[in-house]
C-alpha cells in the first residue's frame, strides 16, 4: 500500500492487546471506544488534518460504556480517507460515531462491525469447531492469543461495535465508499452483509467476490486489493454483477 501511495501520508494506528505487545502496559487492559476516539482525534487535528472541529464532551451512558457525546461545528474544513481491516473496522466503526465529520470518504475491508445481531461474527470466531488447517492457524494464533481473547471475551461491546449504515457518512457514493466483502470469509457471513448493504442501495461502491475469503483482499496479486488502490486514487470500476444467496 505505501508503495502504491508514495506520496499520501499514513496514520496507522496501533492497539497492544491485539498486537502482541505482551510487555506494554495496557495489554491486559483494552482501549476502549471512548478513548480511542478521544485519542485518534486529537491526534488527527495535531497533525493538521481535520480542521475547525471543536468536540464538546458531556456524559452519558445509554451505549454500553460510559460516553462522552459530541456537539460538532458544522462544516469542518477538512477530514481524512480511512481505510480499515476486519478488527481494525470496530475502531472505525468507533471513529464513524463519535467524530463522522473527520472521516470523508470510508473503505471498509472484510468489516466486523455489519449485521452482529445475527450471531454468525461470535460463533464463527469463538466456538465454531475448525474444518480446516487454516481455520486452526487461524484459531490459534489469533482467536487464543491472549491479548485477542481477554478483550473479546471481556471487554467485547456490542452497541458500540456495531455499525448501522445510517451511521455512514455518503454511504451511497462509491468515491466516498467502499466495501470490500468476501463471500467464503470464515469470520464474516459475508453473504449476509452483502444482501444488508444491497437492501440499503449499496451497488457501485460493493465488491462481492464470491470466493473470497478472510484477509485475502490484503494480497497485492488479489483483485480486491486493486480495487482498494484504484479507489484510494479516486477512481471507480464497475461493481461485481454476482449476486448474494
Partial sequence: MFENEPDRPF??????????EIFHPRFLKPIGRHESTKCIGGLLKELGWVENVEVEAKSAGHDGENADEKNVSENPASGVTMLSHSNGTFIHCWLLKAHPEM????????????????????????????????????????GMELGVAYYIQRHFCWSSNTLWFEEIPNGHDPLKAKFIIGGKDAIVNGPRVCRYLQSHGVN?????????????????????????????????TNPTTTTSS
Avoid at 207 to 230: C, K
Fill in 11 to 20: 496514520l496507522v494506528p496501533l492497539f497492544p492487546h491485539v498486537s502482541q
Fill in 103 to 142: 472521516i470523508t470518504r470510508s473503505c471498509f475491508v472484510d468489516p466486523v462491525v455489519f449485521c452482529q445481531w445475527e450471531g454468525d461474527l461470535c460463533y464463527n470466531f469463538c466456538y465454531r469447531p475448525c474444518s480446516t488447517g487454516l481455520e486452526l492457524i487461524i484459531k490459534y494464533f489469533v
Fill in 204 to 236: 457501485e461502491g460493493l465488491y462481492y467476490d464470491p470466493e473470497g475469503r478472510h484477509g485475502q483482499a490484503l494480497l497485492t496479486t488479489d483483485q480486491a486489493f486493486t480495487e482498494v488502490v484504484a479507489w484510494l486514487r479516486g477512481q471507480t
